[in-house]
């Protein structure tokens, strides 16, 4: 199993970013996936999931700037972060929480 983020940067609040994540390595469409956060000093949270029948669901936080999507096709899972702000500023992995696969994570940072 391997989950490669990308998309990850430096962008001023108010701005977007938009995250990807890779899957391989197992039946991509049978899960939903997880994007985390962990910011230093914080501990790790959840930001925002899927789920194998296309449910989505936002931590309060980012309800209303995030959205994440599935693409079973791709074998990827997207996170786009519209009105970003400074508290955003973390290292965000994507993860199969079911079989209990991060990846390396992709900073974003927002000043």
């Known amino acids: 199993v391997q989950l490669v983020e990308s998309g990850g940067g430096s962008v001023q609040a108010g701005g977007s970013l938009r995250l990807s994540c890779a899957a391989s390595g197992f039946i991509f469409s049978s899960y939903g996936m997880s994007w985390f956060r962990q910011a230093p000093g914080n501990e790790c949270e959840l930001v925002s999931t899927?789920?194998?029948?296309?449910?989505?669901d936002y931590a309060d936080s980012v309800k209303g700037r995030f959205t994440v999507s599935q693409d079973n096709a791709r074998k990827a899972v997207y996170l786009q972060m519209n009105s970003l702000k400074s508290e955003d500023t973390a290292l965000y992995y994507c993860?199969?929480?079911?079989?209990?696969?991060w990846g390396q994570g992709t900073q974003v940072t927002v000043s």
């Open positions: 993860a199969n929480v079911g079989l209990g696969y």
């Open positions: 899927t789920s194998s029948d296309g449910t989505t």
